[in-house]
């Protein structure tokens, strides 16, 4: 059996070795020119590209030798005992090259300065290592660019939980994800689409279990959750593009990727009737930071009720611009949820009553919301049986529904009901009052 520290004891002579060999081969300070572009704001309305030159540590010459020459010759004695541990600790032969060792030196080199093996940088990265290989405990990272995201920067970064932050965009990934080198250290993320300075990064990094690191509960249910989240407490438009992510150890292709995913052709691409930026002021902030518990929890529960109203609320608010009617049918399904529970009879009528006592329950012109909703009840059974409707009609009915759902929604939340029905009967006793 493989102790922790016999394991971080070889796994560091293995790294110290092939420091040596590379600069045997490549000099004691190999170096690359780095020329990246990346768009820099010239006033609060314009951004304009600026281009960058600087001179960094040439790891990718690095990998590019330790993968060509040495992984699968065996030529280091460091190496060969390495690959004895791991399969002393129970690590199959098939995963050891490119689920661990491969992925070990890519992330050595990912440290300020691989060869200076620092005390502290270098214990985290043996202590991620050894968790992966003795533990079977993986870090999964998943990162999204948000565009003409509106937050004042005092309230920035948006911590939900740890390992789960909306951050502003760091120099470093500016000039990564700006890197025009073909023959970069990774393939290039995004291809002739330069990043700016003015993005926004969801950044979601979990440990797991590696067998079940990929499952719907991981990083995209994560990632969604909080979209959803963004689209409750407020509308707008939510440019986003996925960065691509990744797993420490154990998953994916050589370099750790489990899933890197670009649509050039529909990058930030401003979705339905919203203009401008997603603006959040610092109590929409705060707010958000409060409910995500529960609402995470909500959206990792197949069977709660207020998930399917959530998740309708997000995908109308994604629907393209030609596609109202379908935002309108998300809208209604998801109110449905909320407001027909346990009625056979007089749909629209109840439907319209409940939801008119919901937005009306703290004051306000429930007639009018009662008259809107009737509306509403009707644009969507013209719509569910085939019929035209004027399309100012439909942007009224659009903007209606999204509305009241997202009130609707945050009424039944703040009170906690663990049932629908629970919260129906509240309404409808208030109705009777």
């Keep these: 059996m493989v102790t922790r520290e016999e394991l971080i004891t070889v796994t560091r002579a293995f790294l110290e070795a092939v420091a040596n060999a590379a600069k045997v081969k490549l000099g004691p300070n190999p170096k690359r020119n780095q020329h990246s572009t990346w768009m820099i704001g010239v006033n609060s309305s314009q951004m304009s590209s600026q281009n960058s030159k600087r001179s960094i540590f040439d790891g990718e010459s690095i990998i590019n030798f330790y993968r060509d020459q040495l992984l699968m010759r065996n030529g280091l004695v460091e190496h060969q005992h390495l690959i004895e541990t791991l399969s002393e600790a129970g690590i199959p032969v098939n995963e050891q090259p490119y689920g661990f060792m491969l992925p070990l030196v890519r992330n050595w080199l990912r440290l300020e300065d691989p060869f200076v093996f620092n005390e502290s940088d270098t214990q985290i990265l043996l202590d991620e290592f050894a968790d992966a290989v003795l533990k079977g405990l993986v870090i999964t990272r998943l990162r999204t660019a948000i565009n003409d995201f509106n937050v ?17 965009i760091t120099i470093d990934e500016l000039w990564y994800y700006g890197d025009i080198d073909k023959n970069r250290f990774h393939s290039h993320p995004l291809p002739g689409f330069p990043p700016s300075e003015a993005w926004k990064i969801l950044d979601i990094e979990l440990q797991q279990d590696k067998e079940t690191a990929l499952s719907p509960l991981g990083l995209w249910s994560t990632r969604e959750s909080v979209f959803i989240l963004l689209r409750l407490e407020s509308s707008g438009p939510l440019k986003f593009l996925d960065l691509g992510s990744e797993a420490n150890y154990g998953l994916g292709s050589s370099l750790g990727a489990i899933k890197e995913r670009i649509d050039v052709e529909t990058l930030f691409m401003p979705k339905g009737r ?19 518990p529960q609402v995470r929890e909500i959206m990792d529960l197949d069977s709660h009720y207020l998930r399917l109203p959530a998740q309708r609320l997000f995908e109308g608010g994604e629907r393209e611009i030609n596609q109202l009617t379908d935002a309108i049918l998300d809208y209604a399904i998801g109110l449905e949820c909320l407001l027909t529970s346990g009625i056979r009879d007089e749909l629209r009528y109840r439907f319209a009553l409940r939801g008119a006592t919901i937005l009306g329950w703290e004051g306000g012109n429930k007639q009018s919301s009662f008259e809107k909703l009737q509306r509403f009840y009707d644009i969507r059974s013209s719509i569910v049986h085939g019929n035209i409707v004027d399309k100012d009609k439909l942007a009224d009915t659009w903007s209606t529904g999204e509305d009241y759902l997202r009130r609707i929604w945050w009424w039944y939340f703040t009170r906690g009901f663990p049932k629908v029905t629970e919260g129906v009967n509240i309404i409808d006793c208030r109705i009777l009052e």
């Excluded at 004042?152 to 502003?168: A, C, H, N, V, W």
């Excluded at 203009?275 to 610092?282: C, R």
Aim: charged content about 15%.
């Design 152 to 168: 004042d920067s005092d309230s920035m970064p948006i911590l939900f939980e740890k390992g789960i932050t909306i951050r502003q």
């Design 274 to 292: 919203y203009n401008g930026s997603y603006t959040l002021n610092s109590l929409q902030i705060q707010h958000l930071q409060k409910s995500w």
